[in-house]
């Protein structure tokens, strides 16, 4: 079955960098695109960043613009979200998500998500 | 900056229909936009319910249906289940950007 797990979370200051992993299993990883969406305390959901299944193309939030890398190894069925310059808006629970077989807009499958708080 | 709207709360009875929508700053939804419906309860993960408007994954019962209605996307339960309280939230897609709805807390009394 599918299965996305996420970690790397924690508690970092503001101004420091954290990059989050998320291993996949129980699907063939390099075909499917794959998200980063966080939500914040009491809070709804936002898009990060997604990564195409070959790594070739990356879109990014405005919020995260600049600050934030997606990356994936295929050969280790992993997505990475390197996150640099944080602040307090940036605590959340971070989710990986994958995008639907066949589609470019489409998301099925969810991790349980990583909590990254930042706080000093 | 992109806004996707929904309806902030919403109240149902058991077995009843309810209709959520999600409606775009930039205009009419339609099918390009592949309209995601998912549903999150307090402490989970969210868990897709609706793809591509209208179609629905393997796990998706058979109550819950998307739709076009009006310029926005709608959700629609039919035969309301108390285990449907939770949070819905719409997801849009804008060519190389993803906008979530602000979501609806729908609840079942």
């Known amino acids: 079955q599918v299965q996305l797990v996420e970690s790397g979370g924690g508690v970092v200051q503001p101004g420091r960098s954290l990059r989050l992993s998320c291993a996949a299993s129980?699907?063939?990883?390099?075909?499917?695109?794959m998200h980063w969406v966080r939500q914040a305390p009491g809070k709804g959901l936002e898009w990060v960043a997604v990564?195409?299944?070959?790594?070739?193309?990356?879109y990014y939030a405005d919020s995260v613009k600049g600050r934030f890398t997606i990356s994936r190894d295929n050969s280790k069925n992993k997505v990475y979200l390197q996150m640099n310059s944080l602040g307090a808006e940036d605590t959340a629970v971070y989710y990986c998500?994958?995008?639907?077989?066949?589609?470019?807009?489409?998301?099925?499958?969810w991790g349980q998500g990583t909590l990254v708080t930042v706080s000093s | 900056q992109t806004v996707v709207t929904q309806e902030p709360s919403l109240t149902v009875s058991p077995g009843g229909t309810v209709t959520l929508t999600c409606a775009s700053s930039?205009?009419?939804?339609?099918?390009?936009?592949?309209p995601n419906w998912f549903q999150q309860k307090p402490g989970q993960a969210p868990r897709a319910l609706i793809y591509?408007?209208?179609k629905k994954h393997s796990w998706t019962p058979a109550r819950f249906s998307g739709s076009l209605l009006g310029g926005e996307a709608a959700l629609t339960l039919s035969g309301v289940q108390p285990e449907d309280e939770a949070e819905y939230y719409c997801?849009?897609?804008?060519?190389?950007?993803?906008?979530f709805g602000g979501g609806t807390k729908l609840t079942v009394l």
């Open positions: 129980g699907f063939i990883f390099n075909n499917f695109g």
């Open positions: 591509s408007t209208n």
């Open positions: 990564i195409w299944y070959d790594g070739d193309n990356k």
């Open positions: 998500a994958r995008i639907t077989s066949g589609t470019y807009g489409d998301v099925d499958y």
């Open positions: 997801l849009l897609y804008y060519g190389g950007a993803w906008v």
């Open positions: 930039t205009g009419a939804v339609t099918s390009v936009y592949y």
